[in-house]
């Protein structure tokens, strides 16, 4: 075992090797293992191994395993492994995993996970995860940071992040984090704690955001109810509305986004677009029957948390549906019109302006 004792400068092997360490170059078919610090170039048909810290790069057809600390790269047709703090860069087929801190990047097929601070940025086919992260995570499905993260957050599915966000998150599908000094953009979106922030999505809950019901009345719609929710740079609304019109009961849900800019101490303007499906005589009617509404609502505060509103409002009809002995009527939404045309394939489009009025609480 007097090789376990030697530190070589240059170590050629047709199957493996055993050293006490290294500073130079080392290549082996099979595998190498050092018992203490490496400082230079490993090859190995199959795992590379060092017990010690490792200066330089390590390049394996299946792992590399660094025990102490590791400055410098490895690269692994699988996985890759520091047991202890890292300033370097991994790169994968599969896996990258650091024990403890590490600067520098990841680059895997499928999982990155730093389990202490990340000064850097990770990239993976599936997922990354960190505590602490101060440059960025991309991925094709999920990025998990535990702590705080400066940078972005970039994924195909979900971003989780427990601390503050300074930076961005970008997801397929849903952005979570506890506090927001940036951007999230994603189909859901949470915020615990919004900073200076904005969340922008179908649905986003901020828990200190803006949060409002209003019952009101429209020219189309004579009874409505509609709840926003979000920031006020940038909500979303949930709204549904009944009308009876031509001796037809007219029921709809509809969705839209809208911002609030302050004009007074107790005075506010919204600017939203909304769309409804409306359905005729029937608890849902599949065929298309839309009002499509811009407004501009000015409000005032005449109460602690109670406002009354009221603006102008342009809407548009898109309709396919069919009425009246001739079948030539279109849909019963509009109570009349500016403009109006039907299509070849029989859509009918009616444009109209008109009023949306209520009280917010």
Known sequence: MESWNTINNVSLNYFGAYSGGLSGFEASGFFNVLKSNMSGVQMAGFFNADMGKTVGAQFAGFVNYNHRYLNGAQFAGFVNVVNSQAESFQGAGFVNVTLGDMK????????????????????????????????????????????????????????????????????????ITKRLKGVQLGVFNYVDSLEDG?????????????????????????????????????????????AVRNDKLLWSYGYGIGTQVAIGAKADLNFEGLVYHVNEDEWQDNKLNLLNKIQVLASWNFS???????????????????????????????????????????????????????VRF
């Open 198 to 242: 904005l969340p922008i999505g179908v649905l986003s809950i901020v828990r200190n955001g803006y949060r409002v019901f209003e019952l009101g009345t429209t020219e189309s719609l004579y009874g409505m109810v509609s709840f926003k929710i979000g920031t006020k740079k940038f909500y979303n609304i949930l709204s549904a509305g009944m």
């Open 104 to 175: 520098g990047a990841q680059f895997a097929g499928f999982v990155n996970t730093v389990h202490g601070d990340m000064n850097g940025f990770q990239g993976a086919g599936f997922t990354n995860y960190s505590q602490g992260n101060h440059m960025g995570q991309i991925s094709g499905f999920v990025n998990t940071n535990i702590g705080d993260l400066k940078g972005v957050q970039i994924s195909g599915f979900a971003n989780l992040n427990t601390g503050a966000v300074d930076g961005a998150q970008i997801a397929g599908f849903v952005n």
């Open 304 to 358: 602690n948390g109670m406002s009354l509103f009221g603006g102008p409002s342009f809407n548009g009809v898109v309709s396919d549906l069919k009425q009246g002995d001739t079948q030539t009527d279109n849909s019963s939404i509009p109570p009349y019109s500016v403009w109006k045309k039907t299509y070849s394939n029989g859509t009918q489009v009616v444009l109209y302006p008109g009023f949306s009025m209520g």
